[in-house]
């Protein structure tokens, strides 16, 4: 199985890009097709983008998320652009054993499809 770790959150200003890090060990992180996930207080567990365990397909709930990989380096990183106060959440990564995307956008988003899970990085986005 595999650990994940996030990195990379932090308090920024809104318009300002961050680039989220997922940084995978236990196994080999290209055998797992993983996800962005985010949590805002009070709010369901949202998904945000998603990367096949090869990095050729991602798939994201809007434009200025930008999801890719790096398996020499176990990571999977997430960017998201234009930052808003909206962004402010918890920032999950997690990955399910298969490299293969599935083709249902219900399943790819849905975080019960997910077994592993990191311990999460907070994003405050202040305007």
């Known amino acids: 199985q595999v650990q994940l770790v996030e990195s990379g959150g932090g308090s920024v200003q809104a318009g300002e890009p961050l680039t989220l890090s997922c940084t995978a060990s236990g196994d080999t992180f290209s055998n797992y097709r993983t996800a962005w996930f985010r949590q805002a207080p009070g709010k369901e567990r949202e998904y945000v983008a998603i990367?096949?365990?090869?990095?050729a397909s991602t798939f994201a709930a809007n434009s200025r998320f930008i999801v890719s990989r790096d398996n020499a380096k176990n990571s999977v990183y997430l960017r998201v652009n234009s930052l808003k106060p909206e962004d402010t959440a918890v920032y999950y990564c997690a990955a399910v054993r298969g490299a293969i995307l599935p083709p249902s956008s219900r399943a790819r988003a849905n975080p019960n499809q997910y077994p592993y899970w990191g311990q999460g990085t907070q994003v405050t986005v202040s305007s």
């Open positions: 990367i096949s365990g090869s990095g």
